[in-house]
């Protein structure tokens, strides 16, 4: 059931913008008059005790994160049976959606570390982790050309537990895992400088390190097995870019980078040694 047309608090609900695991998306118009989005989250969810303390802990800790690159909490509640979060607008597609449209070139990558490096460093100031980076949580504003990193404390648990399907199918999150979170050890900056590695490799060549189906396949892969080198995926794709992203993906936390700005200035200053004409090349895989 749509709420477009409705109220809840004193926003008027707009058009449904999307759907996302915990809920629906809709544009809203605050009390001020501005456009927000309003994220109102599963019913089932909402009437459950433990989300609904979870859900406003969470919010709590985002809260906590002041920068400019994570999406603002604006305001949330429970009423009349609803639990809505209400974020600044973004007006453009998720990082996920935005790849399958446009595969972005070394200099587009090079922007998202820029935005969102910066972003999760904050977090990390605080001792919060993101936990859940992934193409769907980052979303691109493409009036102000600027990415921003969303659910920020609002992820789902430091585990795989969480994001499988009863057939025991990997969704999601597993992909991008670091292996301290499959092993239930503490995590840190370097839990989620590997989970932007993942990415990052996905954005470069199109395609993610480990691409098995069934949990236990990825798990180990993520444990066990070195990332494929970038260049089987295309015979081109530089090797100084490639050794970049593979200390993110490195198996030990020591042996990656110390902090995200780490992570971001070495691939600017390995692509500031590429010849010019190159940065703005995209390398997926040709089918």
């Given at each position: 059931m749509t709420l477009s047309g409705q109220r809840i608090k004193d926003y008027l609900v707009g058009a449904f913008l999307a759907q996302g695991t915990t809920g629906d998306i809709y544009q809203a118009r605050s009390p001020q008059g501005t456009q927000v989005a309003m994220k109102v989250l599963n019913s089932k969810l909402a009437e459950d005790g433990e989300f609904q303390r979870r859900f406003l802990r969470e919010i709590r800790l985002t809260q906590v994160v002041q920068h400019e690159g994570v999406v603002p909490i604006l305001d949330y509640g429970y009423e009349n049976n609803v639990l809505f979060l209400v974020t600044k607008l973004i007006h453009g597609p998720s990082l996920q959606e935005k790849m399958k449209r446009t595969p972005p070139s070394l200099e587009e990558v090079r922007h998202i570390l820029h935005d969102i490096a910066p972003a999760l460093h904050a977090g990390h100031e605080q001792d919060i982790i993101h936990r859940d980076i992934k193409p769907s949580n980052i979303l691109y504003d493409e009036i102000e050309k600027k990415y921003y990193l969303a659910d920020f404390g609002f992820s789902k648990r430091p585990g795989i537990d969480e994001t499988l399907t009863e057939?025991?199918?990997?969704?999601?999150?597993?992909?991008?895992?670091?292996?301290?979170?499959?092993?239930?050890e503490p995590l840190g900056p370097y839990s989620d400088v590997y989970s932007f590695a993942v990415m990052v490799y996905e954005l470069l060549v199109g395609v993610l390190p480990f691409q098995h189906n069934k949990l236990y396949q990825i798990s180990m892969a993520h444990l066990q097995l070195p990332p494929p080198r970038m260049i089987i995926h295309h015979p081109e794709f530089p090797p100084i870019i490639e050794t970049v992203v593979?200390?993110?993906?490195?198996?030990?936390?020591?042996?990656?980078?110390?902090?995200?700005?780490?992570?971001?200035h070495n691939y600017g200053a390995a692509l500031e040694q590429l010849p010019p004409e190159t940065w703005n090349k995209v390398f997926w895989?040709?089918?």
């Open positions: 057939a025991g199918i990997v969704v999601g999150t597993p992909y991008y895992i670091s292996p301290e979170a499959i092993m239930g593979m200390k993110g993906l490195a198996k030990k936390p020591a042996e990656r980078y110390a902090t995200m700005p780490d992570f971001a895989k040709t089918h």
